[in-house]
């Protein structure tokens, strides 16, 4: 078969279409025919040679595939070959087929295209496992999303919005903006031109947010709790503006608010599994009635992964950036 490889870490250029060996499914794995992928942060990370896989994961990037099974490994029910499928991977998604265990397996939604379905387990799984099983986000409450035209943005203001939250995003310029508030997001707050922490407050008569779902990290991380109401949660999935900052712990005491920090990849598999099987729960049905939909920008040819990863540096992509095999 043929991946995207990273002989060298660098520049979008260090992506390689190479032919390599193909996956063998093990015990409670499936082998999926990969029909399209999904570039993500953590992509851009580990070309950069920040960012390397697990133990035991495939060297290739991609946390999240579509496709069809093409063989069951040893001990796996409730599949078969043959299945359209998207999967949440822990790496190797940038490849003609790849190795998933069977609990990170979810059906395609019904009436969507496999190649779109692509853009789901990776957005679904982190926003629902962070702002509804970690940080407990209720009707009736606001939620503050940065980045709210990215991929995971996108799809969090519409699951929000599904279980009668508010919404508040931050974006870059007006375009983004104006298809943040398409989706559903009641308050819009430009981050180049106004400060996030003074138009919240004017928005909520002063109360804040009680979640806040942060991709930008340390730059952020006192002017989140700043935003934060009242026994507020700040979930923080992302680093973009550095790994190192401090907070005022006596602000938070205060506020008796909670601060949670997570990544997805290197989550145990039950753990994975477990949010996989939530997402199926509450957000599948959502996807298959419409009230929720992916937001896709654009798909590049797989061997032209390196285009891909230009444009989300770039920044002028709204959802995501899909990739479909040859």
């Known amino acids: 078969m043929y991946a995207i490889t990273i002989p ?29 992928s999904a570039v993500n942060r953590a ?18 990037p991609g946390l999240e595939c579509s496709g069809r099974i093409a063989a069951l490994g040893p001990g796996v029910l409730g599949w078969s070959v043959g299945d359209e499928v998207c999967a949440l991977l822990t790496g190797g998604g940038y490849a003609e087929k790849v190795a998933v265990p069977a609990g990170q397996l ?44 990215s991929g995971i943005g996108t799809m969090a203001i519409q699951l929000a919005k599904a279980v009668g939250a508010r919404v508040a995003v931050t974006a870059g310029g007006p375009e983004k903006l104006a298809r943040c ?13 106004q400060d996030f922490v003074q138009e919240l407050r004017k928005a909520t008569d002063g109360a804040g947010a009680d979640v806040v779902l ?74 298959s009635t419409g009230r929720v939909r992916p937001v896709v920008d654009r798909v590049v040819p797989m061997p032209k992964a390196a285009e891909a990863h230009r444009a989300l540096e770039a920044g002028d992509h709204v959802g995501k950036i899909l990739l479909t095999t040859p």
Do not use: C
């Open 181 to 193: 508030a398409e989706l559903g997001a009641d308050i819009l707050i430009d981050y180049r031109e």
């Open 214 to 287: 942060d991709i930008i990290g340390a730059k952020y991380l006192d002017r989140n709790v700043k935003a934060l109401a009242v026994n507020g949660r700040l979930a923080i999935i992302g680093m973009q503006g550095g790994v190192k900052g401090e907070v005022n712990l006596s602000a938070l005491m205060k506020k008796r608010a909670a601060i949670t920090a997570t990544t997805l990849r290197a989550r145990p598999l039950g753990e994975k599994a477990a949010i996989v099987a939530a997402v199926r729960e509450h957000v599948w049905p959502l996807i």
């Open 8 to 36: 060298e870490p660098g520049g979008p250029e260090a992506l390689v279409w190479a032919e390599v060996p193909d996956p063998v499914p093990a015990e409670g794995e499936v082998l999926v025919e990969v029909v399209a």
């Open 106 to 149: 979810l059906p395609v939604p019904p009436g969507m295209d496999l190649v779109t379905a692509a853009s789901l387990p990776e957005v679904t799984s982190t926003v629902w496992s962070n702002v509804f099983m970690i940080a407990h986000l209720r009707p009736g409450e606001t939620l503050l999303v940065h980045g709210g035209a």
């Open 43 to 60: 992509d851009l990370l580990q070309r950069q040679g920040f960012y390397d896989p697990p133990p035991g994961a495939s060297p290739y």
